[in-house]
């Protein structure tokens, strides 16, 4: 049996894709300088599903870097109430950076990334088609930095909510 010939490309784990803002911050830096564009986006990815993925890679698709700042546990609770987050950050984080689209993963703990986004820089700036380029946060900086901002269209009947909903239906409802 003849075997093929393997692609040398090193393997980069999910746990070195994680890295505090600060790390993040020196990473990017021999990349921003080889040229290399940076984009930037962020949410709670609570549970992943289609929509996510769909935004996730338009948004790399834009540049050469996608780094997606989740938001802590502690952030998800104050954005979507007492029973969220279902999945703790880590475990988010985790199947986050296992995305071949994502180069790096990071959080924040306040209640919008515009710390993050004022440290990063980034080039290019991604939320999904819920939210108007005007009321992305950080758009204003980017785009005075001759960046870009981008919301990009969403799947429809895709959302955390609306999965929650349905499993709550199933599981809960006197057939199951």
Not at 35 to 53: R, S
Request: glycine share 6%.
């Amino acid at each position: 049996m003849t075997q093929s010939p393997r692609l040398e490309r090193p393997f980069t784990g999910t746990r070195e894709k994680i890295l505090t803002p600060s790390a993040l911050f020196s990473a990017l830096a021999p990349r921003r300088a080889a040229g290399e564009k940076v984009v930037f986006t962020n949410g709670c990815f609570d549970l992943l599903h289609a929509g996510h993925i769909e935004v996730l890679e338009k948004a790399r698709e834009l540049g050469d870097i996608l780094v997606v700042a989740l938001n802590t546990d502690l952030s998800v609770s104050t954005l979507k109430g007492p029973l969220r987050p279902i999945v703790p950050q880590d475990n988010r984080a985790r199947v986050m950076a296992a995305l071949a689209c994502v180069s790096y993963v990071t959080f924040f703990g306040e209640e919008t990334p515009l710390q993050l986004i004022e440290m990063l820089l980034p080039d290019i700036l991604v939320k999904g088609g819920d939210w108007p380029v005007e009321r992305i946060v950080g758009s204003s900086l980017v785009l005075a930095r001759k960046g870009q901002v981008r919301s990009i269209p969403l799947l429809p009947d895709s959302s955390t909510t609306g999965l929650i909903e349905r499993i709550l239906d199933r599981y809960t409802s006197p057939e199951s």
